[in-house]
C-alpha cells in the first residue's frame, strides 16, 4: 500500500506541478501589476475592517477561518521535512512560493466572494471553487463543462478534506503529545474527537468564533517564542541567512557544500511544502473568503493575500530559524542517507525522519524542559484548527454536490456522516504511526485540488481583474467601494445582483 501511495504521489506531485504553482504566480503578479506588494497596506488594513451579519462573518473572522487551514502541521513538521528533504535552501522557496502565491490566493478568494450563495437552509454564505467553476461559465455554451468540472473539484476536496488530510494533523497531535508527557495515543485520540465533535456540530458560526479566538492567539504566542529563541540565539541570525540562501543557489561556499547538489529537492520540497502550507491555488482558501460580509470581493481577495504572508513569511520562517539556528536538523538523500547535519550538540539524537521533533529538540536546547511542551501544545492548537476548517469545506462541498438532489433528508443525512467519518479519520491518525504515509496522503489531497483549482483560475480569471480595477477606481474617488455587477460587466453573480438591488431600492443591506 505504501508504494502504491507514493506512485500516486510521485505523479501527481511531478515537476509539472511545480512549474504550474510557480508559473501561475509569476503571471497572476505580472496581470494584477503585482496586487500583494502594491496594496500591501490596503491589505492589512482591511483585515480589521469590516462586522459580520446575520448571515456572513467579519472580514477577521473569515481570515481566521483561512489561516485555521493554512496554519497548521505544514508550519512546524512540514518545514522540517522541507529542510530535511530539500536542505535549508528549501526555505527560500517556501518564500518565493509565499510571495507568488499570494497573488493566486488573491485571484481564487476573489471569485469565490464574486460567485458565493446563500444556504437556503442556514443562510449562511457558501462558495468557493466549485461554485465559480459553475457560475461564471453557467450562461454560456461551455455550462455543461464546467458544471461537470465544479462537481468534480467538490468530489475531490470532499475526499480530501475528510479523508486524505486530517491524518496528517492528528498523527503530528499524537507524535507531539507523546514526545513531551508520554501520553498513550488513545487518550489523545478520544480528547482529539471530543472536542472536534463540540466545535464542527455548532456550524460555520461556532467554527469561525473559535478560528477567530484560538488562531490569533496561537500565532502571536508561537512567533513570540521564535523571537525569544532569536534573542538567545542572535550570533546565528546572520549564519542562518547565509546556510538558506547558499543552500538555495548552490553554491560552493555553503558550510555543508553536499547542499548544492541537492538545489531541484530545494525547489521541490520548497514549493511543495510551501503549498502545503499557505495553501495558494490550491482552492481552500475561498471558502472561507465567501463567508465574509464585505461590499465588494476585492476586499476579502486582499485580505486571504495577506494571510500567505501570515502563514509562510511569519510562522514558517519562525519554525525553520529554530530549526537552523540550533542545529536540529540533519538533510537527506533521496535514499535516506544523510548527507548534511546541523551543529547542534543533541543533533546526533533526533530522529532521522524530519517532524516535529526537530523544532521541540531545538527549542529545547534554548529553554530546558519547556521546549517540547511548548512545541507540543503549539501543534495541538494548529493542527485542530486546521482539521475545523477542514471539516468546514468539506461540509461546503458536500452541500454543492448534494444541493443538486434538492432533498433535505439526503444534505441532513450526508452532513452526519461526514462528521462521523472526519472524526474517524481524525482518531486513526493520531494512532497512525506511519508519517511517510500520512503525509504522502496529504499530498496527494493538496496536489489533486491544486491541479483542478489552478487549471481552472487560470481560465476563469478576468472577473478578478475587472473586480481590482474597480475596487482601484472607487478608491481613487475616495469611496468606500461597492460592487455593482452590471456596471463592472460581470454576469451571474446572482448574490451580488439581489444585494445591488435591495441597494438600490433603499432597502439596508450589510456593510463590510
Request: charged share 15%; hydrophobic share 50%.
Amino acid at each position: 500500500m505504501s508504494a502504491v501511495i507514493e506512485w500516486i504521489n510521485g505523479i501527481i506531485w511531478s515537476s509539472w506541478l511545480v512549474y504550474l504553482c510557480l508559473g501561475a504566480g509569476v503571471y497572476f503578479t505580472i496581470r494584477s501589476r503585482a496586487v500583494q506588494i502594491r496594496k500591501v497596506k490596503t491589505i492589512f488594513t482591511q483585515m480589521f475592517r469590516g462586522k459580520s451579519s446575520e448571515d456572513g462573518v467579519s472580514s477577521f473572522q473569515a481570515l481566521s477561518m483561512s489561516l485555521a487551514g493554512r496554519v497548521g502541521v505544514g508550519n512546524i513538521a512540514g518545514v522540517a521535512t522541507a529542510i530535511g528533504f530539500g536542505g535549508p535552501g528549501a526555505v527560500v522557496w517556501m518564500w518565493i512560493s509565499a510571495l507568488l502565491g499570494a497573488s493566486t490566493s488573491y485571484v481564487e478568494s476573489t471569485l469565490g466572494q464574486t460567485y458565493k450563495e446563500k444556504d437556503p437552509k442556514t443562510g449562511e454564505y457558501r462558495g468557493g471553487p466549485a461554485f465559480y467553476l459553475e457560475k461564471a461559465y453557467e450562461l454560456t455554451r461551455f455550462g455543461k463543462f464546467f458544471k461537470v468540472y465544479g462537481f468534480v473539484f467538490a468530489a475531490v476536496t470532499v475526499l480530501a478534506m475528510s479523508f486524505l488530510l486530517p491524518g496528517v494533523q492528528s498523527r503530528a497531535i499524537g507524535g507531539a503529545v507523546t514526545n513531551a508527557w508520554n501520553l498513550p495515543t488513545w487518550v489523545t485520540a478520544l480528547a482529539l474527537v471530543v472536542i472536534m465533535a463540540f466545535i464542527v456540530i455548532g456550524g460555520v458560526k461556532r467554527i469561525a468564533h473559535f478560528a477567530s479566538l484560538a488562531v490569533p492567539f496561537m500565532a502571536v504566542i508561537y512567533i513570540l517564542a521564535a523571537i525569544a529563541v532569536t534573542f538567545i540565539n542572535a550570533d546565528q541570525i546572520v549564519p542562518v541567512l547565509q546556510l538558506i540562501f547558499t543552500s538555495a543557489l548552490g553554491i560552493d561556499s555553503a558550510p555543508d557544500a553536499a547542499f548544492g547538489g541537492i538545489i531541484g529537492l530545494a525547489v521541490q520540497w520548497g514549493v511543495q511544502r510551501g503549498i502545503y502550507s499557505n495553501e495558494a491555488g490550491q482552492g481552500t482558501g475561498p471558502h472561507a473568503a465567501a463567508a465574509a460580509e464585505v461590499s465588494h470581493p476585492t476586499k476579502q481577495g486582499l485580505v486571504q493575500a495577506g494571510s500567505v504572508y501570515i502563514d509562510t513569511l511569519f510562522v514558517c520562517s519562525a519554525t525553520a530559524f529554530m530549526i537552523l539556528s540550533t542545529g536540529m536538523y540533519r538533510v537527506l538523500s533521496p535514499e535516506g542517507e544523510i548527507i548534511g547535519s546541523g551543529r547542534g550538540q543533541l543533533v546526533e539524537a533526533l530522529e532521522t525522519t524530519p517532524g516535529e521533533g526537530w523544532p521541540q529538540s531545538g527549542l529545547d536546547t534554548m529553554l530546558p524542559g519547556i521546549g517540547a511542551s511548548f512545541i507540543a501544545v503549539s501543534i495541538f492548537l494548529f493542527a485542530l484548527t486546521t482539521i475545523v476548517a477542514y471539516y468546514y469545506m468539506a461540509e461546503t462541498n458536500l452541500v454543492y454536490l448534494l444541493g443538486k438532489l434538492k432533498n433535505p433528508v439526503f444534505l441532513t443525512i450526508g452532513t452526519r456522516a461526514l462528521q462521523v467519518l472526519i472524526l474517524i479519520a481524525v482518531a486513526i491518525g493520531v494512532m497512525n504511526d506511519n508519517p511517510s504515509d500520512a503525509w504522502a496522503l496529504g499530498d496527494i489531497g493538496v496536489g489533486a485540488m491544486a491541479w483542478l483549482n489552478i487549471v481552472g483560475i487560470l481560465i476563469l480569471q478576468q472577473p478578478a481583474f475587472k473586480l481590482l480595477r474597480d475596487f482601484e477606481r472607487q478608491q481613487k474617488l475616495g469611496l468606500d467601494p461597492e460592487f455593482d455587477p452590471q456596471a463592472v460587466g460581470i454576469k451571474n453573480a446572482t448574490f451580488w445582483e439581489e444585494r445591488w438591488a435591495k441597494m438600490k431600492a433603499g432597502e439596508h443591506v450589510p456593510q463590510g
